[in-house]
Structure formats: structure tokens, C-alpha cells
């Protein structure tokens, strides 16, 4: 490779700074997360197919939510709008099998939601992108199990 098609790249504060051959230097912004498990929110769960609820939301990835039967609802909710754009998720069913969820955000700004039916890897932090909004429910239901299925953490986010 010449010296003419070297790129020189260095990440400062958070900024990538790179200078092609011509030494005309490019910036880009890193791209940045920040990550709530509000301590006011609250869960509902209609069909008590769930145990430890509250792990679901406490900040902890080593504590989990159970659930305990298949399609059964568990909602999170907040007294107050979580201006967001991501939505972070660890969840396990071990065995070999992929939890599947159904997950619904809603807006509380413009009463509408976003809905998805995903399948996760085992035990692996997943982020879901979404347009702007003050979130304030998200309502999950964990579809293909047949015995336990665990759900470690769910947290908004503000990508920047």
C-alpha cells in the first residue's frame, strides 16, 4: 500500500477523526447510548405468569423476571414519559431454544406504538432502533416457551 492510500484514523472524546491521502481530515460523531432502567417504573401482569417482575427493570443484568407459561403478557410502565429511541433486552431460555417476543412501545406523546416479533440469541444484550418518542409501556410477551424462560434486563435508551 502507497503512502497515498494510507488513512489515518484516531478516536479523541468520542470523535473519529480521519485524514485521507490528501490529508483533508473527516469527522464523524461516535455513536453514544445512554441507558435507563427508570426506578419509577411499575409492571403489570395480568395472568400471573410471571415471578421477580420487578428484576425486569432494577439495572441488574444478573437478576431476571421468570416467566412461567407461554404468550402470557408482562407490561412495564412508567408515571412518567421516557424520551427514547432504543430498546435494550437480555433474555435466555436455555436449552438451546431462542426466546421470541413480542414487544409493543408506546408512545404516550402521540398515543401510538411500535411493535416487534423478534427472536433473540441466548443471554446476549440485543438493541431495537426506533423513531423518537416519549415511551411510557412496554409490553412483552415471551412466545415459544415450554417450561421457563428468563428475561434478565429491558431498558430505554437515547441513541445520539
Known amino acids: 500500500m502507497s503512502i497515498s492510500q494510507t488513512i489515518v484514523e484516531n478516536t479523541i472524546g468520542g470523535i473519529v477523526v480521519r485524514a485521507n491521502s490528501k490529508m483533508r481530515p473527516v469527522c464523524s460523531r461516535a455513536v453514544r447510548y445512554n441507558w435507563f432502567s427508570p426506578s419509577f417504573w411499575n409492571y403489570g401482569d395480568p395472568y400471573n405468569a410471571w415471578t421477580g417482575e420487578e428484576h425486569s427493570y432494577d439495572n441488574n443484568w444478573l437478576t431476571a423476571a421468570i416467566a412461567l407459561a407461554s404468550n402470557m403478557e408482562l407490561e412495564l410502565f412508567s408515571l412518567n414519559y421516557c424520551q427514547s429511541n432504543c ?16 414487544i409493543e412501545i408506546f408512545d404516550g406523546g402521540k398515543d401510538v406504538s411500535i411493535c416487534y416479533n423478534k427472536e433473540f ?7 431495537l432502533e426506533f423513531p423518537p418518542m416519549f415511551a411510557w409501556i412496554v409490553k412483552l410477551s415471551l412466545t415459544n416457551i415450554t417450561t421457563v424462560g428468563i428475561l434478565a434486563e429491558v431498558q430505554l435508551g437515547f441513541k445520539s
Open 87 to 102: 430498546l435494550r433486552i437480555k433474555a435466555d431460555l436455555g436449552g438451546g431454544l431462542k426466546p421470541r417476543f413480542n
Open 121 to 127: 440469541d441466548n443471554n446476549i444484550i440485543t438493541i
